[in-house]
């Protein structure tokens, strides 16, 4: 994600990050309602999915439009997916060749 390359540090007993820009850090300290899975992903059980839209809002915090998202566990695909439905690039791969099916699968009907 975009800040990745910073300087992390206590300031007044919590974590402070600067960005590779040089700016600070602003995290999500706000609950984010999960929304219902939509169609694309309800055709396969996944038990452990994760709801989109707060992937999702996760994404557009952290990383900016073109760069590049990565999920080394991607499961059913949702952070790939939400990944480039937000017009970032996404690197996905999983122990389990049914999850990277399913990934490239919904890749392939966005
Ligand atoms: C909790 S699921 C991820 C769920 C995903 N965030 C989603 O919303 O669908 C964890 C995934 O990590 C994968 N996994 C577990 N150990 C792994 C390893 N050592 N290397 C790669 N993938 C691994 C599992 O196969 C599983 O698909």
């Known amino acids: 994600m ?21 700016t600070k850090v602003e995290h999500v300290d706000y609950a984010i309602s ?3 899975h939509t169609p694309m992903y309800l055709m ?9 839209n707060v992937v999702g809002e996760y994404i557009e915090h ?7 998202v990565l999920d080394p566990f991607v499961g059913s695909g949702v952070t ?9 690039k996404a690197i996905a791969t999983d122990l ?3 999850a990277t099916f399913i990934t490239r699968i919904n ?4």
């Open 96 to 98: 389990d060749p049914m």
């Open 44 to 52: 396969h059980k996944f038990w452990a999915r994760k709801p989109h």
């Open 2 to 22: 975009g800040h990745c390359l910073g300087i992390l540090y206590i300031e007044g007993g919590y974590l402070t990050e600067i960005s590779s820009e040089g």
């Open 62 to 68: 952290y990383s900016k439009k073109g760069e590049i």
């Open 107 to 110: 890749r392939e009907n966005l």
């Open 80 to 88: 790939a997916i939400e990944a480039l439905k937000r017009g970032r």
């Open 34 to 36: 999960p929304q219902a």
